[in-house]
């Protein structure tokens, strides 16, 4: 079956805007996350979905929000963009939130120039 | 807040080589799992360790838990080019939430 899906896988944006991210997780699940990965602070955890709820959220700004839709799918947005917010974002999907396997997509490479 | 140290940060070696690297947490796992990300892609995960003093073994890898259940290590034996990667491990605090180590960067030599 299809793996976790992440549209765009490059992204290139300018200080001051703002960008919306995709994830499909896997069919059948239920639960998606997403995770921040950098050089500097390594993966860092940013929100969690299940259910069209969030159920858990990392240490971000406001700046960084997210929504899940009633197929499982899920968006996270980031306004307002800093020079700091470059990195790979990073999605996840789990049938459920207390599954012990989460499936990472490869995620979305996000510059800010 | 809790810390992850992994060690070393970086590790390169020959190919057939054996090598270990380390997990470490200032506060007790709620459960350990250990994850390998290939460049370009997201971390796959390779085990799931909850029991104090566990090995799991994956072909050439072996994992350990220590007693205490707040460190861990990855034994690979006889290393080869496509261990080459990004070792991660994580806290599973809860439900799809990781709390991630700092990551050992192994790279492994033809």
């Known amino acids: 079956k299809a793996g976790v899906t992440q549209t765009p896988r490059y992204l290139i944006k300018t200080r001051g805007q703002q960008v919306t991210l995709s994830c499909s997780p896997i069919?059948?699940?239920?639960?998606v996350s997403w995770y921040q990965q950098t050089p500097g602070q390594g993966l860092q955890f940013l929100f969690e979905y299940f259910s069209e709820t969030q159920r858990n959220k990392g240490n971000f700004p406001g700046r960084f929000s997210g929504r899940q839709f009633s197929n499982s799918r899920s968006e996270m947005n980031v306004s307002t963009l800093e020079l700091g917010d470059s990195a790979l974002y990073l999605c996840?999907?789990?049938?459920?939130?207390?599954?012990?396997?989460?499936?990472f997509g490869q995620g979305t490479r996000l510059t800010v120039v | 807040t809790q810390l992850l140290e992994q060690s070393p940060q970086f590790l390169s070696i020959q190919e057939g080589e054996n090598l270990t690297v380390y997990c470490n947490s200032s506060s007790v796992f709620s459960s350990l799992q250990w994850y390998r990300q290939e460049p370009g892609e997201g971390p796959v995960l390779l085990v799931t360790?909850?029991?104090?003093?566990e090995v799991k073994k994956l072909k050439r890898l072996t994992f350990q838990f220590g007693d205490a259940r707040k460190d861990s290590s990855l034994h690979i034996t006889a290393a080869q080019p496509g261990d080459t990667g990004l070792y991660l491990c994580a806290d599973q605090t809860g439900a799809n939430n990781l709390f991630f180590g700092t990551g050992t960067r192994l790279t492994v030599i033809p």
């Open positions: 069919s059948g699940h239920r639960s």
């Open positions: 996840a999907s789990s049938s459920q939130p207390m599954n012990t396997e989460a499936f």
């Open positions: 360790v909850v029991t104090g003093g």
